[in-house]
């Protein structure tokens, strides 16, 4: 089978950048230096008893995620993605997927109760869900003039 491909310098361009980018941001973005391969993208969001973390992580086992929260209230997730093995004798024509070690750390707010924390992984996608331990106050409070 014969794959023909176009070849673009402006998005040759851009996916170097891209990758620039990114190995900037994994190298600087992590505690204490650590070097990761990729970082996964994720969503944080929150509604009146939980906040939740949802990584996307696809192609990946649930025992190979590490999740912990330290003693400075810091939750981290990391792992490996491991490169499928392929013979030798297989042509790449395009490899854009990450694939090598991974970590994300998040610093924790002290509303959250780090004894009620669950994690689930369905289809790729992890989420970790964190109780609040007071319901969240508004933000703003109204004054009244006298």
């Given at each position: ?5 176009r070849i673009n ?92 070690t991974f970590l994300?750390?998040?610093q924790l707010p ?37």
């Amino acid at each position: 089978m014969r794959i023909r491909a176009r070849i673009n310098p402006l998005w040759e361009m851009g996916n170097i950048l891209n990758s620039l980018s990114d190995t900037i941001k994994t190298t600087f973005n992590t505690p204490e230096g650590i070097v990761a391969d990729f970082k996964p993208r994720v969503d944080i969001w929150e509604d009146d008893f939980f906040v939740f973390f949802e990584f996307e992580l696809p192609g990946m086992n649930k025992e190979e995620i590490k999740i912990t929260i330290n003693d400075d209230r810091e939750l981290i997730v990391s792992g490996e993605k491991k490169h499928p093995t392929r013979s030798n004798k297989n042509v790449c024509y395009c490899n854009e997927r990450k694939f090598g070690t991974f970590l994300r750390a998040f610093q924790l707010p002290e509303e959250l109760n780090l004894n009620k924390v669950q994690a689930k992984f369905e289809n790729g996608v992890l989420t970790i869900s964190i109780e609040k331990t007071r319901v969240s106050e508004p933000k703003e409070k109204v004054i009244e003039v006298i």
